[in-house]
């Protein structure tokens, strides 16, 4: 059975610091693309950052570019986001969401729970 | 950045009922559009990929269908299940995938 398990989130100051994981479970992680999404209170979903399966490919929404590291460890199964300089808009729940393709049509088959940040004073 | 435009926003329908929810891009996306089901404090469920493949267990009352610019997503007969809201989401442009404003459908 496939698993994302978030973890990481919590309160932090503005300016602050967190780092969230994502733990793979039931399948290859190192074959498969992840993404970050995000979804603020009461709003719609907003896609934060993706990585190749090797890692070697990355992007990042405007919003959170240069603030933000994704990472992935793939002898772990593990995948990562770093956020630093945190602003009261980057509170949210976060998801982790696998990327599967049909041809070059990629779409996000499995999601994770999701991990709540709040940042705030 | 490729903007998704969903309509309605929000809709009432009873329980049996066909509903159609549709999704413009701002620009050609050919058939890069998939469409996601979120229930309140629940991760999105995908239902259908590249316009109109229907995922693995998902119940063939959902359907989409669409190319280009414009998209529909139906639920032949609504189920008290399937009260929820509805978001569309672009991967033609992978360096920018974005997502409709989502279409919440509440029971009349």
């Known amino acids: 059975e496939v698993q994302l398990v978030e973890s990481g989130g919590g309160l932090v100051q503005p300016g602050g610091s967190l780092r969230l994981s994502c733990a793979a479970s039931g399948f290859t992680f190192s074959s498969y693309e992840m993404n970050w999404v995000r979804q603020a209170p009461g709003k719609g979903l907003e896609w934060v950052s993706y990585?190749?399966?090797?890692?070697?490919?990355?992007y990042y929404a405007d919003s959170v570019k240069g603030r933000f590291t994704i990472s992935r460890d793939n002898a772990k199964n593990s995948l990562y986001l770093q956020m630093n300089s945190l602003r009261a808009e980057d509170t949210a729940v976060y998801y982790c969401a696998r990327v599967r393709r049909r041809g070059y049509v990629g779409f996000m088959d499995y999601w994770g729970q999701g991990t709540l940040v709040t940042v705030s004073s | 950045d490729i903007q998704m435009t969903q309509s309605p926003s929000s809709l009432s329908a009873s329980v049996g009922d066909r509903v159609t929810i549709t999704c413009r891009a701002s620009?050609?996306?050919?058939?890069?559009l998939n469409w996601y089901q979120q229930k309140p404090g629940k991760a999105p469920k995908l239902l259908i990929y590249?316009?109109?493949s229907l995922q693995s267990g998902v119940p063939s009352r959902f359907s989409g269908s669409g190319s280009g610019t414009d998209f529909t997503l139906t639920i032949s007969s609504l189920q008290p299940e399937d009260f929820a809201t509805y978001y569309c989401?672009?991967?033609?442009?992978?360096?920018?995938?974005?997502f409709g404003g989502g279409t919440k459908v509440e029971i009349k």
């Open positions: 990585i190749s399966s090797s890692g070697s490919t990355i």
């Open positions: 590249a316009a109109s």
């Open positions: 989401q672009q991967s033609y442009s992978t360096l920018r995938v974005t």
């Open positions: 620009q050609s996306i050919s058939s890069y």
